[in-house]
T-cell receptor, first 113, second 112 residues
Framework: KQEVTQIPAALSVPEGENLVLNCSFT??????LQWFRQDPGKGLTSLLL?????REQTSGRLNASLDKSSGRSTLYIAASQPGDSATYLC????????????FGKGITLSVRP | ETGVTQSPTHLIKTRGQQVTLRCSSQ?????VSWYQQALGQGPQFIFQ???????GRGNFPPRFSGLQFPNYSSELNVNALELDDSALYLC???????????FGPGTRLTVT
């Protein structure tokens, strides 16, 4: 059974800091990995999708890497801003009939002005 | 291009009642997945519909059921509501099963 872990559950950093959010998963036979952002009480916004054959993806100040063999992914946020404050979730899908997403519990990030 | 929409935004029901939640998928997407997110938890997969057929189900009881229509919109029905059904219900659509999933804003269900 695939399990996804995100530690720590919460993180507080000063504005401008570069930071790394970690995600680990137990089954390396994944199809893809997605990072999402969730604002309080809202839906999920897809940030980056990494296919199993890829090592990283970049979008603006965000960079996500994937190491399937070790079951890890990191989301790097450069020059953090107060507007980056949100919960960040990672989710993996496995090859199969429906490729459902299995989520971690998320990391709640607070960027202090 | 219209994104994923869900209705209603919020809903309050009494234990034992039935509820129907609705989702319109992103234009051109034929796969819809439903997730339940309890407070402080990650979303949990309920089921997926592909071209009007159920295409996989998570660990949820049969009182959670769904439909997908020819225009690929979808409904989630929950019978005999329990207090633990209180959660944010998220709908996601994708072009094909396994592709990147795009989420709607969710429906917040409160069962009293």
């Amino acid at each position: 059974k695939q399990e996804v872990t995100q530690i720590p559950a919460a993180l507080s950093v000063p504005e401008g800091e570069n930071l790394v959010l970690n995600c680990s998963f137990t089954d390396s036979a994944i199809y893809n990995l997605q990072w999402f952002r969730q604002d309080p009480g809202k839906g999920l916004t897809s940030l980056l999708l990494i296919q199993s054959s890829q090592r990283e993806q970049t979008s603006g100040r965000l960079n996500a890497s994937l190491d399937k063999s070790s079951g890890r992914s990191t989301l790097y946020i450069a020059a953090s801003q107060p507007g980056d404050s949100a919960t960040y979730l990672c989710a993996v899908s496995v090859p199969g009939a429906n490729s459902k997403l299995t989520f971690g519990k998320g990391i709640t990030l607070s960027v202090r002005p | 291009e219209t994104g994923v929409t869900q209705s209603p935004t919020h809903l309050i029901k009494t234990r034992g009642q039935q509820v129907t939640l609705r989702c319109s998928s992103q234009s051109g997407h034929n796969t819809v997945s439903w997730y339940q997110q309890a407070l402080g938890q990650g979303p949990q997969f309920i089921f997926q519909y592909y071209r009007e057929e159920e295409n996989g189900r998570g660990n949820f009881p049969p009182r959670f059921s769904g439909l997908q229509f020819p225009n690929y919109s979808s409904e989630l029905n929950v019978n005999a509501l329990e207090l633990d059904d209180s959660a944010l219900y998220l709908c996601a659509s994708s072009l094909v099963s396994g592709d990147e999933q795009y989420f709607g804003p969710g429906t917040r269900l409160t069962v009293t």
